[in-house]
């Protein structure tokens, strides 16, 4: 049974090729066995559950309030005239089609 998380056997096109020891092999099959899903589906949940944890972490934080507090005054904060901050914001958008 495939997950949202790892899309449809017709959706994959890309092979991952591992190396196992016997003894992880074994554990991976009577885990993915327990569970009652291909070997392959188990590898792919498992993975993508991790790398989502993983990247999570990248993208979220927890801060105290006084954590926070000061990451709002950087954030606040006017950003340093340079001369190439300058020429960036008086060139035309990309994005309104001004020219």
């Known amino acids: ?4 998380s790892t ?4 959706a994959r096109a890309a092979r991952i090729n591992l190396r196992a020891s016997t003894r992880q092999e074994q554990l991976i099959r009577a885990a993915a ?3 009652d899903t291909t070997l392959t589906d ?4 498992t993975a ?4 989502e944890k993983l990247l999570a972490d990248r ?5 105290d309030e006084q954590e926070w507090d000061a990451f709002e005054r950087v954030l606040d904060a006017p950003v340093p005239a340079t001369p ?3 020429a960036l914001l008086s060139a035309p958008s ?5 020219e």
Request: glycine share 6%; hydrophobic share 45%; charged share 20%.
């Open 7 to 10: 899309g449809s056997r017709s």
């Open 33 to 35: 066995a327990a569970s």
């Open 1 to 4: 049974m495939a997950s949202p």
């Open 42 to 45: 188990f590898i792919l949940d």
């Open 48 to 51: 993508v559950t991790q790398a």
């Open 84 to 86: 190439k901050l300058d």
């Open 94 to 98: 990309p994005f309104t089609g001004d």
């Open 59 to 63: 993208r979220y934080f927890l801060l």
